[in-house]
């Protein structure tokens, strides 16, 4: 038995085609998760054009270092995943192993920097209620949005660094051959992760600073 | 590699090495990964739903015989047609036919040997039960009065329902759709087999593509949609709330922007087997294949711009709801197409009249009907006379139910003796379904007149001069609810005393056909080659011979 034989699964007869399959799946659900947060985005910017002032004013109340920080953090994080689905095919299992659990890494520490932004918001009363910091209405709008979509975000990204997790230990325990699909398509949905971030990035931290 | 073709082998050999007889326990039904299975899976599950939807909408007709409204009260009321419309919608049209039939037949039509992520599929199933469990137990845990369109703020800010629970469920049913509509595109992509090229597909798996495509784009801003109901209404962030500047039209475009497309999600599919149905039982190949086609694409693609519509009072800008009626009417026209190309198919087709032709000729009627109370409803002086009346109801129904269930029960009777290779008593069938056309057409016939006369929907106490004819609806709903009670019990009683089906009882012309009744767990003993279109019951350019049944060339090489 062959590598190749040891991940193959129904219905599929050659890997390439399960391959194929597989990553054009992923795509597809990408196309729907595009939909999904582009419902978000079309909210928010509808809302922002009916209240601009409220919302730069809510906007310069972000931290833009916690955000600027986070970019960072997961712009690198797309790079260690695409690595490690690019030397699964090159089949260096070691130094893939290694850029996999960079990836989880740089994950949870966003996850910790965003932790921190929370924390930060709450005891400077932006969670919107009774006692909101900004005295302008529809800025509340701003920060519902803001938890809304950084919340899923968050979710997302957790979803991510679960499945990459996943990866990583597999791979330690020798239980998943390096021509799986399963690579290729995580670090696709990674990638998702990342680039609604680098829309939220400007929306939301940028936008009342210019 | 052709040469020993299933077909050939009589369908008694087949019955030891059948996907039914793969294994007979419950723990080998609910670990399957076969589509045949998961399709008969989904199928007991969307009867169900089915039950319980149509249970609710009794108790609603049975209410407005009389117009003071005093057999329930007003809270139970809302409760009810709103449970009516959450179940059906979600949990029994949006899967009836992509993940019944279409699960079974997608594979078998176009050679593969399964769906393209067996595992996926089955979790979509238990994805979409959990789903329905979710909003099961917010009926029983006291109900919701929101509407199936959880409006807001009425959902967000001040119903005492259990909205949460309900969207939850909805939401959750949300990943079952997308994982169908993502695993039937991989399918269609990638598992045709030698010979199956876009054009020779078969109309009903065009259907299903273009069913697929909508799903996959529309049910995430559903998902959106039910995501901002639970920010709003559990974290009190206020979004579409008035008073801190948010637009409750924001949450109606949106909702809108899922819920129009998912009328497409119902009625795609059912045209697809409808198509099957038309050219089966005339002998007659498909009038304008490719225009077909492209109908049912324009349909999806244009289906996404028409959601406002359903907006014309609301509020919304003039010029929008200018736009929307003009894209509506537009939207007619792919449908026209189908129609009159169904038409087309009959003429000097030889027609004959088997319970599963009656299905579809009575969809196609149904389907005119309702498509034409459409386009009322698309101009906007007209829509402002009768907007949320019983006329709007009507024309829905005229789609969801004469278009999408009838195809529905035509494509199960057609394909019955596939599934499970017994045939059902064809008189009783028969009678089922001229008996569902007249009860549905007693139903809601006299609903187009009451919603013209002024009868609001969603009211229980009405003024007497409303009477009549929502008693002539409700008895029409007993009839209809006899017709509907009658398969269960005939195409049950074919499992035990049925007789054999031959492979090919109906002598159509698909690859389905071509395999054993029920198929084998892989579908097919030997790999099948396509070398022709699908349809080909005739000669091109002259009529089918009265006398000659069998289709001049099947789909696959050896005939």
Sequence with gaps: MTQADYVIREPWEHISDQRRASTFGMWVFLASEVLFFGGL???????RVLHPAAFAEASSHTNIWYGTINTGLLLTSSFTMVMAARLADLELRRLMALCLVATVALGLAFLVVKGFEYR???????????????????????????????GLHAIHLTIGIVAVSRLAFLVERRELALPSPEFEITALYWHIVDIVWIFLYPLLYLGGRS | MTDAFASDRPSGLASSSDYLHAGHTLWS??????????????????????????????????????????????????????LHGVIMVWFFLIPSIPNTLGNFLVPLMIGAPDVAFPRLNLLSWYVNLAGGMFTLAALITGGVDTGWTFY??????????????????????????????????????????????????????????????????ATPVLATTLFLIFAERLFGL????????????????MFWFYSHPAVYIMVLPAMGVVTELITCFARRQVFGYTFMVYAMVAIAGVGFFVWGHHMFVSGQSPYASLIFSFLSF?????????????????YRGQISFEAPMLYALGFVGLFTVGGLTGLFLASIPVDVQVHDTYFVVAHFHYIMVGGSVSAFFG?????????????????????????????????????????YLGMPR????????????????????????????????????????????????????????????????????VRPTVSERPYDYHASGRAPEADDRTPRRRQDKVA
């Design chain 1, 120 to 150: 930060e918001d709450f005891d400077r009363h932006l969670v919107p209620g009774r006692d909101f910091a900004i005295p302008v209405a529809a800025a509340q709008l701003f920060f519902s949005l803001y938890w809304a979509i950084t």
């Design chain 2, 29 to 82: 039904w609910l670990t399957t990964t076969d589509h045949k299975r998961i399709a008969i899976l989904y199928g007991i599950t969307i009867t169900v739903f089915f039950l319980i939807g149509g249970a609710a909408i009794t108790v609603v007709r049975y209410e407005l015989l009389s117009p003071n409204g005093n057999l329930i009260s007003d809270d139970t009321y809302n409760k009810l047609f709103t």
């Design chain 2, 152 to 217: 807001t703020p009425f959902s967000t800010m001040f119903s005492n329902g259990d909205v949460l629970l309900a969207a939850t469920g909805v939401f959750v049913a949300g990943f079952a759709t997308i994982a169908t509509g993502l695993n039937f595109i991989a399918t269609i992509h990638m598992l045709r087999i030698e010979g199956m090229t876009w054009f020779r597909l078969p109309l009903f798996v065009w259907s299903i593509y273009a069913v697929s495509l909508v799903m996959v784009l």
């Design chain 1, 41 to 47: 985005f079309m909210c928010f910017t509808y809302l």
């Design chain 2, 238 to 253: 206020p979004i579409f709330d008035p008073a801190h500047g948010g637009d409750p039209l924001l949450f109606q475009h």
């Design chain 2, 330 to 346: 537009v939207i007619a026209v792919p449908s026209a197409i189908k129609v009159f190309n169904w038409t087309s198919t009959l």
């Design chain 2, 458 to 525: 969603r009211y229980h106490v009405y003024p007497q001069e409303f009477q009549v004819y929502h008693e002539m609806s409700t008895m029409g709903a007993s009839i209809l609810a006899a017709a509907y009670l009658l398969p269960p019990f005939y195409l049950g009683w074919s499992l035990y005393a049925g007789k054999r089906a031959g492979n090919n009882p109906w002598g159509a012309s698909g690859l389905e056909w071509q395999t054993s009744s029920p198929p084998p767990p892989k579908n097919f003993f």
């Design chain 2, 411 to 451: 494509g199960l009777h057609f394909w019955w003796p596939k599934i499970t290779g017994k045939l059902y008593s064809e008189a009783w069938a028969r009678f089922a379904a001229v008996l569902m056309f007249f009860g549905f057409n007693f139903t809601f016939f006299p609903q187009f007149i009451l919603g």
